[in-house]
Nanobody, 129 residues
Framework: QVQVVESGGGSVQAGGSLRLSCTVS????????LAWFRQAPGQEREGVAA?????????WFVDSVKGRFTISQRNGRSAVYLQMNRLKPEDTAMYYC?????????????????????WGKGTLVNISS
């Protein structure tokens, strides 16, 4: 089994920054992808960013956060961070970390809910205008 735990959520004003942390433990040898998703009230859960260990640390971002968010790994496959800058009210959501055996293949990414194998419980991000 794999355990996924997020931390770092909070409330900030628009234009501010937050860093989310995700720690993965357990049987992680088959985990090659860590990703962040978010879900706003009444909305579907969407992929925000992902990092592929098979891809040498290649990263993927949803268009709405490109240039504002970065994703990085630490301690091999056991931790990943999501640095969120220039936050906007529309970034308000519950943010989830997810782990998967794969989410990228030869440059093609598939960061979707169905493709993730393990999930954290989420951390809330609230951006005020």
């Amino acid at each position: 089994q794999v355990q996924v735990v997020e931390s770092g959520g909070g409330s900030v004003q628009a234009g501010g920054s937050l860093r989310l942390s995700c720690t993965v433990s357990g049987y992680t040898s088959n985990i090659n992808c860590l990703a962040w998703f978010r879900q706003a009230p009444g909305q579907e859960r969407e992929g925000v960013a992902a990092i592929s260990f098979r891809g040498g640390g290649r990263a993927w971002f949803v268009d709405s956060v490109k240039g504002r968010f970065t994703i990085s790994q630490r301690n091999g496959r056991s931790a990943v961070y999501l640095q969120m800058n220039r936050l906007k009210p529309e970034d308000t959501a519950m943010y989830y970390c997810a782990a998967a055996r794969t989410c990228e293949n030869g440059g093609g990414w598939y960061v979707n809910v169905a493709g993730m194998d393990y999930w954290g419980k989420g951390t809330l991000v609230n951006i005020s205008s």
